[in-house]
C-alpha cells in the first residue's frame, strides 16, 4: 500500500491499520536502527546508527565538537571515542575529545541530532551531519539545504515550535513510535515537503 492510499482512507480505517504501519515500518527499516535510535539513558531518542561494533554512532560519527572549534563538518575517528549515555561519540582528536568530557550538554545536537525542521511537526526523522547552523551556542542539524533554508524562514518560531515539541512528546518516547504517529496524525500546523519549497522558493526569489 502506498502513503497516499493509506492517507487516503476513512480516520477508522486508518487507526486499525496504524499498529501494521509501524511493524511495516521496523521491517523496511530493520530492527538495527530502531535499536541503535533508542537507548536506554537520558538521550533517547537519537540520531544514531550502528557501525561495526559500536551498537549506536550519533550522527555517523561526526566530530560535535569541531562544529564550535572549526565552523564545520568534520568527521572523528573510532581512535577518539566517547560512550555518553549509551551513544558512541567520535571525535577528530584527544584534545575534541576532553572538550566534550569536560561540558557534554555544550557540544551535543539539539533534538538528539535528528532534523531540527523535522521536529518543528514532532518527527524524529532524518538528519545529516554536513547539514547544519551553530546559533545561540547550540547546534542544529537538518535533513538537507532544504530543510535547513526552511527552518531558516523562521528561525526563532521553529526553535520554539520544536523545543516545545522535543519537551513535551518526543524526548523520551521510541523514535519508531512517535515517527509514525505523528506521519499519520499531523500537527496542526503541518506543511509538506512540496510546500515548504514553494515558500523557500518564494523567499529566495525576494532577495536582492
Known amino acids: 500500500m502506498t502513503f497516499k492510499a493509506f492517507f487516503d482512507r476513512p480516520l ?15 521491517l523496511l527499516g530493520g530492527c538495527s536502527a530502531m535499536v541503535a535510535q533508542n537507548p536506554g539513558g537520558a538521550l533517547k531518542p537519537v540520531n544514531a546508527v550502528a557501525e561495526g561494533s559500536d551498537g549506536r554512532v550519533l550522527l555517523k560519527g561526526a566530530d560535535v565538537v569541531a562544529y564550535f572549534t572549526q565552523g564545520r563538518y568534520v568527521q572523528g575517528s573510532p581512535q577518539f571515542s566517547r560512550v555518553y549515555e549509551g551513544v558512541t561519540l567520535r571525535f577528530a582528536s584527544a584534545e575534541h575529545r576532553a572538550l566534550f568530557d569536560a561540558a557534554p550538554a555544550r557540544y551535543l545536537p539539539q533534538y538528539g541530532g535528528y532534523c531540527a525542521n523535522g521536529i518543528v511537526y514532532a518527527i524524529p526523522w532524518g538528519g545529516d551531519a554536513d547539514s547544519f547552523i551553530v546559533a545561540d551556542g547550540k547546534l542544529y542539524i537538518f535533513g538537507g539545504q532544504g530543510s535547513r533554508l526552511a527552518f531558516e524562514l523562521d528561525r526563532p518560531g521553529n526553535i520554539k515550535l520544536a523545543d516545545g515539541y522535543w519537551a513535551g512528546e518526543v524526548k523520551g518516547s521510541n523514535s519508531l513510535w512517535q515517527r509514525s504517529k505523528r506521519l499519520v496524525f499531523r500537527v496542526p500546523h503541518y506543511k509538506s515537503g512540496e510546500e515548504l519549497a514553494r515558500l523557500v522558493a518564494a523567499s529566495q526569489s525576494q532577495k536582492p
Do not use: E, S
Open 12 to 26: 477508522q480505517a486508518v487507526l486499525r491499520l496504524l499498529p501494521l504501519a509501524v511493524l511495516g515500518a521496523a
